[in-house]
C-alpha cells in the first residue's frame, strides 16, 4: 500500500470475524447460562416452599397444593439434570463445537459426582450434610432459647454470638492445617469446636 496508512484488517484482527459465525446472545437478551440459573432456582424455591409451608398448610402434607407443588418440583429437579447430562454429552463429543441459545454449554457438570471414583461425591455430600446441620440446629436452639428457656430474643442473640467467633477460628485453622490433616478428623473436630458453645 503506498498510502502509508495501517491496514484496518491488520490493525483489527478481529473485525472481519467477529460477526461471522457468531451465535452468541447480543445486548439486551438473557444468558441462556442465565435462563438455566434462573430455571434451577423456580425448581428448587418449589421444594422449599414445600417443606416450609407442609406443616402450617390447611390440611397439613395432605393439601392439595403441597402435594401437587412437590410432585412437580422434584420433576422439574429431575427434568434439568438430565438436560445438564444432555448438554455436557453435547458439547463433550469429539469435534462438536456449540455455543446456540438452545445449547448452551452446561450449567452444572454432571459427571463432576464421578470423579476421583466417587471420592469428590462423598466429599459434596458431606459438606452438604453438615451445612444442612448446621442451619436446622440454628433453628433449633434458638427456639430451645426462646420457648423453653424463656430467654428474650436480645439474650438469645448473645448466646449465639459465640458461633461467630468459633467460625472466624475455624476458618483460620482449617486454612493453616488441611494440607496436613486428612479430612475426615477435620470435619469431625472441626464441626465439634464450632457448635461447643451453645453447650454452655
Known amino acids: ?14 473485525s472481519g470475524s467477529s460477526s461471522q459465525g457468531s ?17 434451577a432456582s423456580c425448581n428448587l424455591t418449589l421444594i422449599i416452599f414445600v417443606l ?29 439434570v438430565w438436560w445438564e447430562h444432555y448438554l455436557e454429552q453435547l458439547h463433550g463429543r469429539e469435534g462438536e463445537m456449540l455455543d ?16 476421583a471414583k466417587g471420592k469428590l461425591a462423598v466429599v ?5 450434610l453438615q451445612w444442612c446441620g448446621f442451619q436446622s440446629f440454628t433453628f433449633w436452639i434458638q427456639l430451645y432459647y ?15 454470638i459465640p458461633m461467630f467467633v468459633t467460625g472466624v477460628c475455624c476458618n483460620f485453622i482449617v486454612a493453616l492445617v488441611v494440607g496436613r490433616i ?6 469431625g473436630e472441626l464441626r465439634s469446636f464450632a457448635a461447643y458453645p451453645y453447650g454452655v
Open 23 to 39: 451465535s452468541r446472545p447480543t445486548h439486551g437478551t438473557p444468558s441462556p447460562r442465565c435462563r438455566d440459573a434462573v430455571k
Open 1 to 14: 500500500m503506498s498510502s502509508g496508512q495501517p491496514d484496518p484488517a491488520l490493525s483489527h484482527p478481529h
Open 52 to 80: 416450609s409451608d407442609g406443616s402450617i398448610a390447611p390440611d397439613g402434607w395432605k393439601t392439595g397444593y403441597i402435594i401437587a407443588l412437590l410432585i412437580v418440583g422434584v420433576v422439574l429437579v429431575a427434568l434439568f
Open 182 to 187: 486428612p479430612v475426615v478428623y477435620l470435619i
Open 146 to 160: 426462646q420457648d423453653y428457656a424463656g430467654y428474650t430474643p436480645i439474650l438469645t442473640m448473645i448466646r449465639i
Open 124 to 128: 459434596l455430600m458431606i459438606a452438604f
Open 100 to 115: 446456540t441459545w438452545w445449547a448452551p454449554p452446561p450449567l452444572m457438570s454432571v459427571t463432576v459426582w464421578t470423579r
